[in-house]
């Protein structure tokens, strides 16, 4: 029976990789109605040797169309990283040594499994109108563990309440509600928050008081890009610090999603409008354009719609891999969608600079669009593939590297940003070197700026 029990595992180790990003852990009360579903992940939290997980279940209904289903057949068990692995390994192996296997009608009940923690089945429930269980269980092994519920009773639906609350106890015996990976997320949201408030105060120095006359409408809204950054960070800072102490958000959550979805808007308008080189080399927009923001901002409002909804339930629902599926599509099309107006811009400018003799200020342009484009690339890369690698590789107790890089990098991509389009009264748009211009004209016929 040990190696059916491990096949039943492996489905389990699809679910905890997609559910990487989620082991934050905070007090929950979860609400399960009809579900069938074999298995169910509720958390992932990283432990010390002090931590502990407290589950209570509440109202709880069973229905089955085959009678009367065995209740030691439901229940709630502990899977840490490791052991899934494990897990993995040796069903490969047995399927290598033996590659006709024979498991027979009944693949078992994970419930059984060696390589899981069983924590209590139904069977332990207090009867009464309302069946519930209250315990708590101490984890004295540090590692990432999964909480999961099992339903091995065949054609049978769960209804319950369930309450979880996961915290590692700190030596002055407080509770830290953080995963173990977690902890430092807060003081890192609060450095970053720092730095870019000092940042727009740099720049509203620039646009309202040294350059003043220089400054175009799309350098406000950079500003407006800066500020609600900001203040996105501080409420994240704000949320991670409250559920670290208390396990509740005490509704820092709400701004904190709030200035995300802002934040999000504005910084792939921005980029979608200095790609056109809207306000500061032209004052409008071409119906294309237009047409790149009404797609933008509309998928950016699904989008924030979908990271709330896996922020604030977690993987228990049953369409949590689907949001997070679409999450990832709308993303994809919207860094997809923002390059083009950087690409027509360059084109643009590579036709005019045979036709409008000004080779210098055309090649100055030139080199500055592409250098964005090659930024922005880099930036959505490292921020898409990098930082989710860092995610799954890294050590559950590492985890905030991945928050830092991605943070480091919005910083240096912002900086580079800001620089390069800053409001000076010359600057590479407007200087015309007439010394320049043979030198810029053989450099324009060499090269052709092909993306």
């Known amino acids: 029976m040990a190696r059916p029990l491990r096949i039943h595992l492996l489905p389990l180790l699809l679910v905890v990789l997609a559910s990487i990003s989620s082991s934050l852990a905070e007090i929950k009360n979860l609400k399960i109605s009809s579900d069938s579903r074999a298995t169910i992940l509720f958390e992932k939290f990283g432990f010390t040797p002090r931590g502990e997980v407290t ?43 033996n590659p006709n296997p024979n498991p027979g009608p009944n693949l078992g009940c994970v419930l059984h499994s060696t390589y899981v923690r069983l924590l ?6 207090s009867p009464g109108s309302s069946v519930a269980l209250n315990r708590s ?9 999964s909480l999961f519920f099992a339903n091995c009773a065949p054609e049978t639906a769960v209804s319950m309440s369930v309450f979880t609350e996961m915290y590692n106890a700190r030596p002055d015996g407080s509770r830290d509600f953080l995963s173990v990976g977690q902890s430092p997320v ?10 870019y408030i000092a940042f727009f105060a740099v720049w509203i120095y620039l646009t309202l008081f040294k350059n003043r006359l220089a400054a175009h409408r799309i350098h406000h809204l950079m500003a407006g890009l800066l500020l609600t950054k900001a203040l996105n960070l501080v409420f994240a800072a704000e949320d991670q610090h409250y559920i670290r102490q208390t396990g509740t958000p005490h509704g820092w959550d709400v701004l904190f999603y709030l200035f995300q979805f802002l934040k999000g808007v504005l910084l792939f308008t921005v980029i979608v409008l200095i790609g056109t080189g809207w306000s500061f080399l032209k004052p409008f927009l071409q119906e294309r354009e237009k047409k790149v923001l009404m797609i933008v901002i509309p998928l950016q409002v699904i989008a924030n ?24 599509l709308i993303d994809v ?11 027509w811009s360059i084109r643009s400018l590579r036709e005019t600079s045979k036709t409008d003799g000004k080779a210098a200020r055309n090649l100055a342009k030139l080199s500055l ?49 800001f620089y390069m389009f800053k409001p000076v009264e010359k600057n590479q748009y407007f200087v015309l070197d007439d010394e320049e211009e043979e030198a810029a004209e053989m450099v324009l016929r060499e090269e052709e700026f092909e993306l």
């Open 55 to 97: 589950i209570a279940v509440s109202d709880v209904s069973v229905s089955s169309a085959l009678g009367t289903p065995d209740p030691a057949l439901l229940g709630f068990f502990f899977l840490s990283d490791e052991s899934l692995i494990q897990a993995a390994y040796d069903s490969q192996h047995d399927h290598r040594s």
């Open 120 to 125: 209590f089945t139904f069977a332990e429930l």
């Open 137 to 145: 269980f101490p984890v004295s092994l540090p590692d990432e563990y």
């Open 186 to 195: 807060p003081s890192l949201y609060t450095f970053f928050a720092a730095a």
């Open 305 to 328: 719609i979908a990271s709330v909804v896996i922020g604030e339930t977690g993987p228990f629902i049953r369409d949590w891999v689907t949001w997070n599926q679409v999450f990832l």
């Open 333 to 343: 099309i919207c860094c997809c969608a923002i390059l083009f107006p950087i690409i």
């Open 369 to 417: 669009f592409r250098q964005f484009y090659i930024v922005v690339i880099g930036y959505l890369y490292f921020t898409r593939i990098v930082v989710y690698a860092l995610k799954t590789i890294a050590s559950y107790k590492y985890r905030w590297v991945s928050v830092a890089a991605e943070e480091t990098a919005s910083l240096a991509f912002y900086i580079f940003m």
